[in-house]
């Protein structure tokens, strides 16, 4: 047999894929072979079952010391584009969130000025007035950040801010897991090595995190390959990942985009990675179809190439809207509902942890 007819077989019979193997499907471009494969993975693993949450996004800032290439969110201070939230202004935008809400999900940028007490205290604040809420709270990029100008180790920041009130990591930041890559699309940014370790020592804290991976710019193949890999290999050392989403760049107003003449990769792209991450990515349980980056339908669509989880009804969102996603943040429990059941299959309401809420 050759390489891909080993990598069907392997599928078939529920062996795990190796690097070249994934190459050959990824390549061969099947995308109905892939989509059926996925989609009998997903529900092996939650039957009919489609996720969602009700949350709220809070961005702090948008003022940013690392100004990466990939971003069209970020901004120096003084710009009339920045906005920095006080703590009052955290708690306006909290106590308009009480009614339903299961989860609060805190990112923002590197800011040049602010300390980690400012973030410990924000977080705090989200937990005092919504004690029973999960809070989903920084990526590796803000927790080496809060290391460096704390003076504290990743283990250290991670137990304060597990004292706060978070209750999960955030799994942005990865981009992809390369280092060439990333010297050129966030060269001040933490390490892949890096991302993985905080990832690494959270888990070992006991914090559930989520992973991403955002695809479409200057990444090889091989590079998403290598990747998807290492995340695998991690979650196998510690079991700490709830759930896997998959980001296509939007290169519009970025610096990177223009740099290299880059264009939004096609809706083909967008679930053809998402369901070959799914045969890849073995051990995950989950996988988010995020409706921002991928539009609404794409959205739909995609809970028959893998994904289990629409995320959920998110309110304001600034950081996906800056690179020019057109999607709107907002959207009811009612009408992720409704896409799910015409999709065929059963919408569950739950929270952080992916806990059913009756």
Known sequence: MNVLEIAKEKISSGGRLNFD???????DNDLLYLAESARRVKESKTGKKIFYTVNRHINLTN??????????????SGSNRAFTLELEDVEEVVRGQRSGVREIHIVSSL???KNFSYYL????LVKKILPHVGINAFTPVEIVNFAQISGKSFSEVLSELIQAGVTSLA?????????????????KKCSAAEWLEVMRTAHKLGLRTNASMMYGHIETIEERIEHLLKLRDLQDETGGFMAMMLFPFHPENTELGKKFN???????EDLKMLALSRLVLDNFAHFKAFRIMLTLPIAQLALSFGADDLDGTI????????????????????????????????????????????
């Open 171 to 187: 799994g942005g930041g990865a981009e992809i897991l390369s280092e060439r890559v990333r010297k050129i699309i966030c060269p």
């Open 262 to 268: 880059l264009r939004r990769v096609g809706s083909w």
């Open 121 to 124: 205290d924000a977080v705090k």
């Open 63 to 76: 003022v940013c010391k690392a100004n990466c290439p990939l971003c069209a969110y970020q901004c120096r």
């Open 315 to 358: 309110g304001e969102e600034k950081i996906i809207h800056a690179a020019g996603a057109k999607s709107s943040s907002i959207i009811t429990r009612e009408a992720l509902e409704k896409i799910i059941s015409e999709a065929g299959f059963q919408p569950v309401e739950r929270d952080s942890f992916y806990r059913e809420m009756f």
């Open 21 to 27: 193997e994934i190459l050959a499907l990824y390549e």
């Open 111 to 113: 800011h040049p000025e």
